[in-house]
């Protein structure tokens, strides 16, 4: 049934008219042609009693002498004695003398129904085999046989069925009629319907959650005093809230981000000052007691990695802001090449402190140390694979912030997972755009992270990472500047494979 019914609200008005002026119709011509014909049944009961059985009567002589004077034509007439039909006849109406009057040949079933007939003079409806349709009367004749009387009910079964064709050819115009005014009607009558719609469908379409957006758009039909009028003027109030409240969210966005940028550049100087003193305290190491020495060795890490924070924070807020970035093309195998590069740099260094304070651990580069040395730096040490297409692939953006873009990737991949792990990192090209793609086999993200993992200072372990020294701002930068390059970031990860996605067109958005 919801299957038949029109998508639109138009669609559904006009099939309503249509059946509901159908259904009166119909209602309307069964009535009438109901009246009609008990109407013109009654009339020809009147005729017939009025006629009498004259015609029955006068057939007990001859038939051809029948008296069927002032007898309508199709006049029926018949004689029964002792349950026996002894003459019938129908007036032709040929003439009114001679031969005018013909036999009828009723079948035994058309007896056996006329000798049925209730004797009280009442009209009753037979049909009869050799006739058709009959009105007729039978009453007691003076010696004892009954006569009957028939008038035909064809001319009023003609008549109503004039009436039947004529009504339904009337009404179905009618129909059709009401069936394309009445669209035409509900198309006018719902046009400031469509206006409301549209609107409501362009602020839907709207992105409200980040950025400037300037809510502008209102209803026309607001100054209406119907059902449309008081919609649209709802809506207009209500698109009027959302603007306001659009508007104080930018505003406080806004100062949040003027806050972070101040207080960024106001700590950049002290912090600058702190290190640099630090620094040159540390110049004279060897006068300075040892547990000096250590207080300020501290200092100077702390107070650099500070830098790096601050200097993360004041970089969100410029691409918060949406300050232009630098525009060349890039060229991203280079980037991937530089971070692999730096990150199995690391991994050595690391392995270096980890392993013999005599330097073996870089021995497999050189394929000169013995066993031992090997397999002890390959577990302390990343296994690093690259997949890249043997041509460059260059995209337009930043190349400082994009190297710091997939840094972070890569970074984390040596970070946050167990050494002997292995790194994939690939570059692929789909249509207008390129996938740069970072995966590794380690444990993988909590599942209650990877939603929130590119949130500012969003870390897996907030007790350990912060001793590790990780401030959970790398990722939120890598998202920043996808962004602000008009591409995107995603994740993927379950134990033993998670992989970090950076996409970003090939042709400047602007
Ligand atoms: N490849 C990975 N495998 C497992 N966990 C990861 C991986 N990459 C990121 N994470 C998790 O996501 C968190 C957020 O990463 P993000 O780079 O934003 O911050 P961070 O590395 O902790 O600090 P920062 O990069 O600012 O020094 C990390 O703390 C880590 O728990
Ligand atoms: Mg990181």
């Not at 009753?124 to 085999?129: D, F």
């Not at 698109?239 to 972070?260: I, K, M, N, S």
């Not at 250590?294 to 924070?309: D, P, Q, V, W």
Request: charged share 25%; hydrophobic share 45%.
């Amino acid at each position: 049934m919801t299957r038949l019914r029109p998508r639109t609200l138009r669609g559904q008005l006009t099939l309503g008219l249509v059946v509901l002026l159908a259904a009166i119709f119909v209602g309307v011509g069964i009535g009438t042609t109901t009246l009609l014909h008990s109407f013109l049944v009654t009339r020809l009961d009147q005729q017939l009693t009025a006629a009498g059985p004259r015609y029955a009567q006068s057939l007990e002589h001859e038939l051809a002498a029948a008296d069927t004077r002032g007898q309508t034509q199709g006049t029926f007439g018949a004689r029964a004695a002792d349950n026996v039909i002894t003459q019938d006849g129908v007036v032709d109406g040929t003439s009114m003398t001679g031969d005018n009057t013909g036999q009828v040949n009723l079948s035994a079933a058309d007896t056996r129904a006329l000798l049925a007939l209730p004797t009280d003079g009442s009209p009753h409806t037979l049909c009869l085999a050799a006739l058709g349709e009959y009105r007729l009367r039978a009453v007691k004749g003076a010696d004892g046989d009954f006569l009957f009387t028939g008038l035909p009910l064809s001319p009023v079964s003609a008549t109503v069925r004039e009436l039947a064709t004529a009504e339904f050819a009337l009404f179905g115009g009618a129909v059709v009629a009401a069936a394309l005014g009445g669209a035409a009607w509900v198309r006018l009558a719902l046009r400031p319907l469509d206006r409301v719609a549209t609107t409501a469908e362009r602020v839907s379409t709207m992105s409200l959650a980040s950025g400037e957006v300037a809510l502008d758009v209102r209803v026309p039909d607001a100054e209406r005093h119907d059902e449309v009028g008081r919609v649209g003027a709802s809506l207009n109030r209500m698109l009027g809230h959302v603007g306001d409240a659009l508007a104080r969210r930018q505003a406080v966005e806004r100062r949040l981000r003027d806050f972070a940028a101040d207080a960024g550049h106001e700590l950049r100087t002290p912090l600058a000052a702190v290190r640099g003193h630090a620094e040159l305290a540390l110049r004279r190491g060897d006068e300075i007691p040892p547990d000096a020495l250590h207080a300020l060795t501290r200092i100077e890490a702390e107070s650099r990695r500070m830098g790096t924070i601050v200097d993360d924070l004041l970089l969100l807020a410029r691409l918060d802001a949406g300050r232009p970035l630098e525009s060349t093309e890039v060229d991203l195998t280079l980037l991937v090449l530089n971070a692999v590069d730096d990150a199995q740099a690391a991994d050595l260094a690391k392995a270096g402190d980890g392993v013999t304070a005599d330097g073996t651990a870089d021995a497999t580069a050189d394929g000169t140390a013995d066993g031992t040395a090997e397999v002890t730096a390959a577990l302390t040490r990343h296994e690093w694979r690259l997949d890249l297409p043997t041509d460059p692939v260059t995209v337009p953006g930043d190349p400082h912030r994009l190297a710091q873009a997939v840094a972070n990737f890569v970074t984390n991949a040596r970070v946050h997972t167990p050494a002997g792990t292995r790194v994939t990192v690939g570059i692929s090209v789909h249509a207008d755009r390129v996938r740069l793609a970072v995966e590794d086999t380690g444990p993988g993200l909590a599942p209650d992270l990877t939603d929130r993992v590119f949130d500012r200072f969003t870390r897996g372990d907030p007790a350990r990472s912060r001793a590790s020294g990780s401030t959970g701002l790398g990722l939120a930068i890598t998202r920043a500047v996808a962004e602000a390059h008009g591409g995107r970031v995603g994740v993927i990860s379950e134990p033993g494979r998670t992989v970090f996605e950076l996409v970003l067109p090939m042709r400047s958005a602007t």
